[in-house]
């Protein structure tokens, strides 16, 4: 599957700007990890942008409907990564895509949420104000802080240094991201 052909799936099936926005930030963390960690930048970003593809047509069904497209075209990897975005679907955890999926997907959204009540937005956001926050359950309240914790540990990565990569793709976007 192409970028291209993951957009188009995309487009069919989401209308919300807000999530297409969420789906876009993870797209540019999940490729910018595989860069990092030496993956394939292409099956992970798509594993990105298509994660909650399915979620504002078929909440009560999601990621299946989703997860079952990509199966059906061959793309069993991305398909399994989306299935495990979330601990509580007790599915296993594989390959470091399906950890990394798990480890940004909240925590993103999160450090756009603290982006969003920030004068300057992203560009002046340290990860001591976003650990900070995460303290606060207040804050982004829908965000399952356990997630942010568990995927962390999955990935084997610090939280902070999780935090700062996650920022400094998010700022490298800023102007397209509207943060």
């Known amino acids: 599957m192409t970028r291209e052909e993951a957009r188009i799936l995309l487009k ?14 993870l797209e540019l963390v999940m490729e910018a990890y595989a ?13 990105g942008l298509l994660h909650d593809a399915d979620y504002e047509r078929f909440p009560d069904q999601h990621p299946g409907i989703i997860v079952n497209k990509l199966k ?3 793309e069993e990897t991305i398909a399994h990564a989306i299935s495990a975005h979330y601990t509580k679907w007790n599915v296993p955890y594989l390959n ?6 798990l480890a940004c997907d909240e925590l993103t959204g999160f450090i ?8 300057e937005g992203i560009s002046t956001l340290e990860n001591k104000s976003v650990i900070k926050k995460l303290k606060d359950k207040g804050f982004a309240a829908k965000v399952e802080r356990d997630e942010v914790y568990k995927g962390t540990e999955m990935l084997g990565v610090e939280l902070s240094d999780h ?17």
């Open 72 to 74: 059906e075209m061959g």
């Open 12 to 25: 069919s099936m989401t209308d919300s700007p807000a999530l297409l926005r969420h789906m876009r930030t």
């Open 35 to 47: 860069e990092k960690l030496g993956e394939d930048k292409d099956a992970w970003a798509i594993a």
């Open 112 to 119: 756009v949420a603290c982006a969003q009540v920030r004068p």
């Open 96 to 101: 470091l895509m399906d950890k990394a999926l």
């Open 163 to 179: 935090i700062t990569f996650i920022i400094e793709v998010l700022k490298t976007n800023k102007a397209e991201l509207g943060i």
